[in-house]
């Protein structure tokens, strides 16, 4: 986990469904970086980073933002509501951090009303197999971005936005009227508020391909920051319960403009249980007063809609697919604390097959995931409070044992483990 000379960028990774707590391990890891970049998603993120006695959540503006001097670039590969970013950059210089280092790669593309519109739109018309989705329009805008008639960051700080936004507004109407039964959107009101943005954000606008590859050319330390997790990457995650993006590191390249060889490592971020927000499978879910105690004591609300999130046990099986798919080189496990005080821990080795076999690697379809049982290891439980620990060796020795277990497991090292919410409550190996 350490900066070397040869090793000068980091991607960092949700390893689970996401709020394994990216935005406190790239907030550590930004103190030593020179710019921090987000490549995928968009207001479905909430980051949270507790520093010097503050709790920021960010949701489109990369965690990088408290250190002043460092840029932080929003690439091509993220979906922008210029509304919340200019909510967030407003709420950031409130508090005096400032977002003049803050770039945006004009290929990014918008969110515009009617994709928030026809999110909540297409859930409702799932009816009960919706997705749960944040409801911010993000499937949508990748929709379009796909098909072809999406509005972009350079549309929107330019003089073209009005003509475009129109004819695109006429066509999502005649969407949300005949297919949804819903009420037309208004153009002329939407087009100049999202005029008024578009000049607010003019001068942000910078080629964030061209800023990452001569960062990287001349040495400096880059750090990507991933948003969700790998369990909801368009491909390769439990879908349709999933995010429209690729949380996972191949999408970093595509979602900033680099290539492969510009990636030198990969942290990918779990929790030492497991959460999900929204709908979908979850092996080792615990829809009991354990699961409760873990909601509770780990104040598991999610950080953008606030739902409370779904808790389970640590899932080896997932977090091993994590590490196939990544490719990663480190793993931090935050939330230890969290388990203090409980009796028995369990940790899910693999998966048993309705005719007896076991797997361990996770399986490409929900169809195949339903004849799947968890099959768990139990642990004795450990107890204290952790916060004040500073190396793996003052750790308790069932919480040592905990954590070698899971690397057991996973057949992977942790590099770091964080004991607390705060920037110095975490230990590094
Ligand atoms: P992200 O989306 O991955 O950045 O994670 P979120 O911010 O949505 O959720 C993680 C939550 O856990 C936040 O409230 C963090 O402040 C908190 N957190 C992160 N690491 C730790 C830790 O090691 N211990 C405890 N108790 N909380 C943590
Ligand atoms: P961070 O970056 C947890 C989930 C939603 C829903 C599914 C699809 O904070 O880890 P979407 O609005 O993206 O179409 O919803 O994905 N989801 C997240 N869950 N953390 C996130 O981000 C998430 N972003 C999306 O709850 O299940
Ligand atoms: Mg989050």
């Given at each position: 986990m350490k900066w070397g000379i040869s090793l000068p960028s980091k991607v960092v990774v949700g390893a689970q469904w996401g709020d394994e707590g990216k935005g406190k391990v790239i907030d550590i890891l930004a103190s030593r970086a020179e710019m921090v970049v987000r490549s995928q998603g968009g207001n479905n993120a909430g980051h949270t980073v507790e520093a010097n006695g503050e709790v920021y959540k960010l949701h489109l503006i990369p965690s990088g933002i408290l250190y002043a001097k460092t840029p932080c670039l929003i690439g091509c590969g993220v979906v922008i509501d210029p509304k919340a970013i200019l909510e967030e950059i407003d709420s950031l210089e409130s508090r005096g951090i400032s977002c003049d280092n803050l770039r945006i790669d004009p290929r990014a593309h918008v969110i515009m009303p009617w994709h928030i519109e026809l999110d909540g739109l297409g859930e409702a018309a799932r009816?009960?197999?919706?997705?749960?989705?944040?409801?911010?329009?993000i499937g949508p805008c990748y929709m379009d971005k796909a098909e072809r008639c999406g509005l972009r960051i350079y549309d929107l700080v330019n003089d073209c936005f009005a003509e475009k936004a129109a004819a695109v507004c006429a066509l999502k109407n005649k969407l949300i009227t005949a297919v949804y039964g819903g009420a037309p959107l208004d153009a002329a009101a939407i087009i100049p508020e999202y005029v008024g943005y578009g000049k607010r954000l003019r001068k942000y606008v910078a080629d964030v391909s061209v800023l990452t590859y001569n960062a990287i050319k001349a040495g400096r330390k880059v750090l990507f920051e991933g948003a969700q997790g790998a369990l909801l990457d368009l491909d390769l995650g439990t879908y349709p319960y999933v995010t429209s993006s690729h949380p996972t590191a191949g999408g970093f390249c595509v979602g900033t403009g680099i290539g492969p060889t510009c990636i030198d490592e990969v942290i990918g971020v779990a929790k030492a249980y497991t959460t999900r927000v929204g709908k979908g499978p979850f092996p080792t879910e615990l829809n009991d007063a354990m699961g409760e105690m873990i909601r509770t004591r780990g104040n598991e609300f999610g950080t953008t809609t606030g739902r409370p999130r779904r808790t389970g046990w640590f899932d080896a099986v997932i977090v091993r697919h994590a590490v196939r798919i990544n490719g990663l080189t480190s793993i931090a496990l935050n939330k230890l604390d969290t388990l203090s005080g409980i009796d028995e821990l369990k940790i899910c080795a693999a998966y048993r097959m309705e005719d007896g076999t076991e797997i361990t690697d996770f399986p490409p379809t929900l169809e195949q995931l339903a004849d799947c049982t968890p099959v768990y290891i139990t642990l004795k439980g450990f107890d204290g409070d952790l916060s004040g620990c500073r190396s793996f060796d003052s750790l308790p020795g069932n919480a040592k044992a905990y954590l070698t277990q899971i690397e057991k497991l996973i057949e992977f090292p942790i590099g770091m483990v964080g004991i607390g919410p705060g920037r110095e409550q975490n230990i590094e190996r």
């Open positions: 009816g009960s197999a919706d997705i749960g989705t944040t409801k911010r329009g």
